[in-house]
């Protein structure tokens, strides 16, 4: 979704063929929402937890820490691609990480600023595109890319620059929604519809990945798949867990980059 400086802006726009000027505009227009819980971002607030729980267990078994330890994922480096207003670069800079939070859209930067320096967390915001960053020559132990690949313009060009953003050994986790009539009702109908947690038009279901479609396009970009679980919402607990089979509607991957 969901994640630079105005020095930028001109860079972007030649470094990089894979932003989708519509779908940045949808998320420009809600940036005031991020951390309102009964906002706009509902769904993303009732997910947060089991995108944490899945994140945090991959990153501290695929670089051996203790999650029990304060500043578990000290010394490594972490990018949020599609930051947003920082929904999980705030708890990866918590547990220690040095986290660089980007996203495509400008007004998401100052919204994650002002709630990271309140919470008083040192957090890189940067208005840029994951391929701008590559450009600069930097890398990352691990690149966060959740519910973003859905919305760019070309989802393999994107998952190649964040090869190039990982250094050897590195961890990508990335996240999205499947393909099929169960996502369309849920994902579009129920949310944006019927719920109205989400705006009408926010997704788009040809932009859908299936399962196998994402690791085909993972593999695309030299990345080696190792695991994938499902995000499955009870509507009668009214919570999200995870699920080994149930990747029917909303899921996510972990892929590494070869030594």
């Not at 607030?45 to 267990?57: A, E, G, K, W």
């Not at 990335?174 to 519809?193: D, L, Q």
């Amino acid at each position: 979704m969901a994640n630079r400086m105005k020095s930028l802006e001109g860079h972007m726009e030649t470094a990089t063929n894979t932003i989708d000027p519509n779908e940045v505009a949808k998320f420009e227009a809600m940036a005031t929402e991020w951390w309102d819980p009964n906002g706009k971002f509902k769904p993303l607030h009732m997910l947060n937890p089991c995108r944490l729980d899945y994140i945090t267990r991959q990153i501290g078994a695929e670089f051996d820490r203790d999650l029990t330890q304060d500043l578990a994922f000290a010394g490594l480096r972490i990018l949020d691609i599609g930051c947003g207003g920082g929904l999980l670069s705030e708890p990866m800079a918590r547990l220690g990480a040095t986290v660089v939070g980007a996203d495509a859209a400008a007004g998401n930067i100052p919204v994650a600023q002002v709630h990271a320096q309140a919470q008083d967390l040192a957090i890189d915001y940067r208005h840029t595109t994951a391929e701008a960053i590559a450009d600069a020559g930097e890398t990352f132990d691990v690149v966060l890319n959740m519910e973003v690949v859905e919305h760019v313009a070309d989802p393999q060009g994107f998952l190649r620059a964040c090869h190039s953003l990982l250094k050897p050994g590195g961890l990508m986790l990335c996240s999205t929604i499947n393909r099929n009539p169960k996502s369309f009702m849920m994902a579009i109908v129920g949310a944006e519809h019927i719920m109205r947690w989400l705006p009408k038009g926010t997704h788009e279901f040809s932009k859908f990945i299936t399962p196998d479609e994402l690791y085909k396009l993972i593999e695309g970009a030299n990345l080696s798949p190792v695991d994938r679980k499902g995000f499955v919402f009870n509507p009668i607990l009214w919570t999200w867990s995870l699920s080994d089979k149930d990747l029917s509607v909303n899921y996510v991957t972990a892929s590494v980059k070869p030594d």
